[in-house]
């Protein structure tokens, strides 16, 4: 089991940055891909980022490419996004995720509950 706490969600205007934390614990952290991933009340989930165990692969929604970095500190089992140019059509709630395989898609294994990311104009 992989235990996922999100934190560094808020209110921010536009054009600002924030940065999102992902503290992992649990017996099965070796070789964990990280991704980040957001939700509207009654849509989808939806991609944003990715990164390997080795920090080596990373991959981005194309919405976010160019403004969103995604990091890892595997000694404080910790992973990040680093959102700057943050635009109104960011709002959402931003999940962390864990899973054994890298990639895009949505069915990663572990996840966070959630954390609220609110861009005004």
């Known amino acids: 089991q992989v235990q996922l706490v999100e934190s560094g969600g808020g209110l921010v205007q536009a054009g600002g940055s924030l940065r999102l934390s992902c503290a992992a614990s649990g017996r099965t952290l070796s070789s964990v891909a990280m991704g980040w991933f957001r939700q509207a009340p009654g849509k989808e989930r939806l991609f944003v980022a990715a990164i390997s165990w080795s920090g080596d692969n990373t991959s981005y929604a194309d919405s976010v490419k160019g403004r969103f970095t995604i990091s890892r500190d595997n000694a404080k089992n910790t992973t990040y996004l680093e959102m700057n140019s943050l635009k109104p059509e960011d709002t959402d709630v931003y999940y962390c995720?864990?899973?054994?395989?890298?990639?895009?898609?949505?069915?990663?294994?572990?996840w966070g509950q959630g954390t609220q990311v609110t861009v005004y104009s």
């Open positions: 995720a864990a899973d054994h395989s890298f990639g895009t898609h949505v069915d990663y294994l572990y």
